[in-house]
Structures are given as structure tokens and as C-alpha cells.
């Protein structure tokens, strides 16, 4: 390896060198606060997470998704202290991850957070909200809108539900994984 104007030179002659890698598809929403550290990811070259993939998102925490988290997350000494994104983002920024992230809203934790895990279309009322705090996480710099529609609550949406929240999301120039 020649020495040019750097401070410092890394021989890297026969080997592959890559800045990091983004793992597209991640489920880290709670594992970030409870091990920032994140070494299985960055073990595995992942300097950056997408998160809030199938549905499940670590906001909106409200209503019974909310008390269904508490009770899932609390065997693992982490205290469900928040409701909207922006609280969300600013508990995992708190944290400080060794991994960049980068979130979407998932609809099941939307839908969770409104209508509850029942098997129903949401009233009009319902649909509302869940418009309201989808546009409200995209605004707190959340990336898009998830869904896994094999899973409840997600399971129980009608293409109605989905259309009209997904149109929220081209709308606003964000993304929609399912």
C-alpha cells in the first residue's frame, strides 16, 4: 500500500472493503433500548436498521397495544415511557444505538393503538385517528407506513382501512412495505 496525503492508512491489498451494511427488513424496536450495543448486527458488517417492519412499530404506543407492550417488554426490565414517534425516536436516541436507524409506523401498532385487537372494520371516528397519528408520526420522522397483514391486528383490515392510510403515505412522499 502506498502512503499518500492521509493521517492514516489502512492496508486493505486482498480484501473487500464496504462503508456498512443497511439491513432493509429489521425487527430491533425494543431489542435497541434494552442492548444499544447491537453487536449481532454490527458483527455482521449492519452499521444502519430499518425498523417498524410487519406491522409492528415502537409507536404510536397507545391504548391496548400500549398495555400489551408493557406487559411483553416489562419481564424484560424495559418501562414502556412513551406514546408518539417523536418520544420514541428521542427514548432510542437516549439509548444511543451503535447502529443508525431509520423507522416506519407499523400499521398493526396503529391500529392497535386505535381500534384495539378486535376483529372489526374501524368506525369512521377510528379511521380518523389512525389518519391523524399516521400523518403525526410521519411529521416526527418516521419514514413510512409497515404492515403484516397475517398478523393480528393487521389480519382484521380491510382494504378500505389500508387504502386510505396508504394514500396518506404517497401523499406525503413516504414509502409503504408489506
Request: glycine fraction near 10%.
Amino acid at each position: 500500500c502506498s502512503v499518500n496525503q492521509a493521517r492514516k492508512v489502512i492496508c486493505a491489498e486482498g480484501k473487500v472493503v464496504a462503508p456498512g451494511f443497511i439491513d432493509i427488513h429489521a425487527h430491533s424496536d425494543f431489542n435497541l433500548l434494552i442492548n444499544p450495543g447491537a453487536e449481532s448486527k454490527l458483527c455482521q458488517g449492519i452499521t444502519t436498521e430499518l425498523l417498524g417492519q410487519c406491522g409492528v412499530s415502537g409507536a404510536p404506543m397507545e391504548g391496548e397495544v400500549r398495555e400489551r407492550k408493557r406487559k411483553e417488554l416489562m419481564d424484560l426490565g424495559l418501562s414502556v415511557n412513551w406514546s408518539t414517534m417523536s418520544e420514541y425516536l428521542l427514548r432510542l436516541e437516549e439509548a444511543q444505538p451503535t447502529v443508525n436507524i431509520a423507522t416506519l409506523v407499523g400499521h398493526g401498532t396503529l391500529r392497535g393503538a386505535v381500534v384495539g385487537y378486535d376483529n372489526r372494520r374501524p368506525s369512521k371516528n377510528e379511521l380518523n385517528r389512525m389518519k391523524a397519528r399516521l400523518l403525526q408520526s410521519l411529521k416526527m420522522g418516521a419514514f413510512g407506513l409497515s404492515t403484516g397483514l397475517i398478523y393480528p391486528p393487521g389480519v382484521y383490515s380491510s382494504t378500505e382501512e389500508l387504502m386510505a392510510l396508504t394514500k396518506l403515505v404517497a401523499e406525503s412522499g413516504s414509502i409503504y412495505a408489506t
